[in-house]
């Protein structure tokens, strides 16, 4: 069950402030950035990856975008640390704002959070003409996303990912969406940004553990897609650890290049092709619902969830055991919890069959037949898949 309830969120107007932004102590401008582009037709956009580039953020916004109207959606946490300056400044940059605050963590997806959004965007005179500025994690991400597809049948979406798991992941190709109880991401649908910017630098104040849990993901762009950056994160492994800059920002970088070529080929999980970014996230949904969605975070949850799928490949002779042992180290090295909670195999299995990879009543997993490449597999024995959870 997905808790609910709690105050879901305060709303508040922008305002000018003469402060500057106080994690650089002055006005930053970013030194260098690069950009992914989507390229999805006229929904085509745009990920900027910098250092300190945050500062940019109006610019960023008014090259995309002909609103004056800015509607800030972050949580309890992030508000703290940049939301609240940065609707300071876009105030301070003639944009009318409201920041609206959710509940950091996970039950903020549910359809009371969105409900009060909408009714609170429609008392501040949020319109057509009106963006939805998502700052946060994937859960503000999210429900952010999911608000501005549904209010008024759709407004203009951008995302300020604040998690390594946002920037590499959650922000990028349109999924937005909320929960129901016992059924994550059930509700939602294909919302794509009209940009996304992303400044690797609001990664220092991230807890570490929500850190090693964003570095799952990265691991999974190697394993499905690139055996040279699975290599190069074998190489740089404590360089990432360590949030080395260059190599952080390259590892966001080639995430966000190799998500974006996925859903430029796939936009709406139609041929397969996207469903292999979800590798691992058959064990992991499972596992994430049995623990109510507090005992483990995403990314952990994905990572005992790609160790389930390796071991599954494994047995069933598609991948050799050093592939899963390799994965294994590499996860390990990063102190990623691999040890599955006590939940009984048969519960997890039940839980798998909610899957929305699900297909005339099979369970379909994502496996690995060598490094870099991946297939969508059905048929797949239920002893196998209790074989691969030990
Ligand atoms: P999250 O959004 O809950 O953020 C994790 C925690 O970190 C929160 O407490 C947040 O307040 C805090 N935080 C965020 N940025 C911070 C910063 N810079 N410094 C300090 N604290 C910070 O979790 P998440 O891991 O970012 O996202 C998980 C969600 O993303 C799940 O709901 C998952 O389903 C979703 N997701 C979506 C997609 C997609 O394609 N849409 C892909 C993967 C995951
Ligand atoms: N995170 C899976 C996807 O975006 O398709």
């Given at each position: 069950m997905i808790p609910t309830g709690g105050p879901p969120f305060k709303p508040r107007a922008g305002s000018a402030a003469l402060l500057p932004f106080p994690w650089y102590g002055v006005p930053h401008v970013a030194e260098q950035t690069s950009t992914v582009r989507v390229a999805l037709a006229e929904r085509s956009y745009d990920i900027q990856i910098g250092s300190g580039n945050l500062s940019g953020l109006s610019a960023f916004l008014r090259h995309r975008s002909s609103s004056g109207h800015a509607v800030l959606v972050t949580d309890t946490t992030v508000d703290g640390l940049y939301a609240d300056q940065l609707g300071d400044e876009l105030a301070e940059q003639q944009w009318e704002v409201q920041v609206l605050v959710v509940e950091a963590g996970e039950q903020s997806k549910a359809i009371e959070v969105a409900t009060e959004l909408w009714e609170t965007m429609l008392a501040?005179?949020?319109?057509?003409?009106?963006?939805?500025?998502a700052v946060g994690g994937g859960v503000v991400g999210d429900l952010a996303g999911f608000v501005a597809a549904t209010f008024a049948r759709g407004l203009e979406f951008f995302q300020v990912p604040t998690t390594l798991l946002a920037q590499v992941d959650s922000s990028?190709?349109?999924?937005?969406?909320?929960?129901?109880?016992?059924?994550?991401?059930?509700?939602?649908?294909?919302?794509?940004?009209?940009?996304?910017?992303?400044?690797?630098d609001v990664l220092q104040t991230?807890?570490?553990?929500?850190?090693?849990?964003?570095?799952?993901?990265?691991?999974?762009?190697?394993?499905?897609?690139?055996?040279d950056f699975f290599a190069y994160l074998e190489d740089h492994r404590d360089a990432i650890q360590a949030q080395d800059p260059t190599a952080l920002r390259y590892v966001v970088e080639r995430c966000c290049r190799l998500k974006a070529d996925v859903?430029?080929?796939?936009?709406?999980?139609?041929?397969?092709?996207?469903?292999?970014?979800?590798?691992?996230?058959t064990f992991a949904h499972a596992l994430e619902a049995a623990g109510n969605y507090g005992a483990l975070l995403h990314g952990e949850a994905v990572a005992m969830g790609m160790m389930c799928a390796a071991r599954l490949a494994a047995r069933l002779g598609r991948m050799d055991q050093a592939l899963v042992d390799r994965q294994q180290a590499l996860l390990e090295a990063w102190q990623l919890p691999l040890t599955l909670p006590d939940y009984p195999g048969e519960e997890?299995?039940?839980?798998?069959?909610r899957d929305k990879k699900v297909a005339a009543g099979q369970l379909?997993?994502?496996?690995?037949?060598?490094?870099?490449?991946?297939?969508?597999v059905g048929d797949v024995r239920v002893d196998d898949v209790l074989a691969a959870l030990q």
């Open positions: 501040e005179g949020t319109d057509r003409q009106s963006l939805v500025l990028v190709g349109g999924k937005v969406g909320i929960n129901l109880p016992g059924a994550k991401n059930m509700v939602g649908a294909f919302w794509q940004p009209q940009g996304v910017l992303i400044d690797v991230l807890p570490a553990r929500e850190y090693r849990a964003g570095l799952a993901e990265v691991v999974k762009y190697g394993v499905i897609l690139d055996a859903v430029a080929a796939d936009e709406r999980e139609t041929t397969g092709l996207r469903a292999v970014l979800n590798y691992g996230h997890l299995v039940n839980l798998m069959y379909r997993f994502v496996l690995p037949d060598r490094l870099g490449h991946v297939e969508v």
